[in-house]
C-alpha cells in the first residue's frame, strides 16, 4: 500500500531561521512527488513537482529535493508569510491516484 | 492555476438529507477529483473521474456518489447526510497521467 509521513507535525521558526520539512514515501513506482502549500480556509497551492531520485526545485526562498525514499523542502531565511501548512503527496505507477501526507504545519515568528 | 470553482462554498444541512456539491472547471482538464479534508486525517480522496462518466472509488468512498456528464462538471453527492461527513470538501483537477493535480478552493459542509 502506498504511504507517505510527513516530519515534524509541526515547527516554530524565528524569522531568518531556516530549516526543513520532510516527506518520506513508500510507493510502487513513483510517478511524481508534489508539494503544496494550504493557508486556513483555503485550498492547496501547488509549489514543485519532482520526478526523479537527485532532482531539485528553486521557487523564492523554497527548495525541494528528492531521493528515492524521501523528499525535503528546504526554507532559507523564512518570513512570517510563510507561515502554512505544507503538504507532500505522490501518484505511484500504475493508477492515477495521488496519496497525501499529513503536512506539516509552519509557523514563521517575526 | 486551473479555473476551479466549488458551490456551494458552505452548507449546513441536517441528518438525512441528500446534499449536492458542484465542481466546475475551465481548463479542459481530463481527471476530476472529490477530497475530503478532516484534522488528523488529511487530505482522503472520496471518488475521482477519468472522462466523461468515466469514475471510480477511491479510499472513503462509502456514503458517497458521483457524477460527470460534462467534462467541466463532477458533482459529488451525499445521498442521506451523516453528522460524519461534516468536513471539508476539495475538488482538484488533472490534466494527465504524472501532471500536477490543482485545487479548488473547497466547501465546508456542516452536518447537524
Known amino acids: 500500500e502506498d504511504q507517505v509521513t510527513q516530519s515534524p507535525e509541526a515547527l516554530r521558526l524565528q524569522e531568518g531561521e531556516s530549516s526543513s520539512l520532510n516527506c518520506s514515501y513508500t510507493?510502487?513506482?513513483?510517478?511524481?512527488l508534489f508539494w503544496y502549500r494550504q493557508d486556513p480556509g483555503k485550498g492547496p497551492e501547488f509549489l514543485f513537482t519532482l520526478y526523479s531520485a537527485g532532482e531539485e526545485k528553486e521557487k523564492e526562498r523554497l527548495k525541494a529535493t528528492l531521493t528515492k525514499k524521501e523528499s525535503f523542502l528546504h526554507i532559507t531565511a523564512p518570513k512570517p508569510e510563510d507561515s502554512a501548512t505544507y503538504l507532500c503527496?505522490?501518484?505511484?505507477?500504475?493508477?492515477?491516484?495521488?496519496?497525501f501526507g499529513p503536512g506539516t504545519r509552519l509557523s514563521v515568528l517575526p | 492555476d486551473a479555473g476551479i470553482t466549488q458551490s456551494p462554498r458552505h452548507k449546513v444541512t441536517e441528518t438525512g438529507t441528500p446534499v449536492t456539491l458542484r465542481c466546475h472547471q475551465t481548463?479542459?482538464?481530463?481527471?476530476m477529483y472529490w477530497y475530503r479534508q478532516d484534522p488528523g486525517h488529511g487530505l482522503r480522496l472520496i471518488h475521482y473521474s477519468y472522462g466523461v462518466k468515466d469514475t471510480d472509488k477511491g479510499e472513503v468512498s462509502d456514503g458517497y456518489s458521483v457524477s460527470r456528464s460534462k467534462t467541466e462538471d463532477f458533482l459529488l453527492t451525499l445521498e442521506s447526510a451523516t453528522s460524519s461527513q461534516t468536513s471539508v470538501y476539495f475538488c482538484a483537477t488533472c490534466p494527465g497521467s504524472g501532471a500536477t493535480q490543482y485545487f479548488g478552493p473547497g466547501t465546508r459542509l456542516l452536518v447537524l
Open positions: 503527496a505522490v501518484q505511484a505507477g500504475g493508477g492515477q491516484n495521488f496519496v
Open positions: 510507493v510502487s513506482g513513483l510517478r511524481g
Open positions: 481548463e479542459n482538464h481530463r481527471y
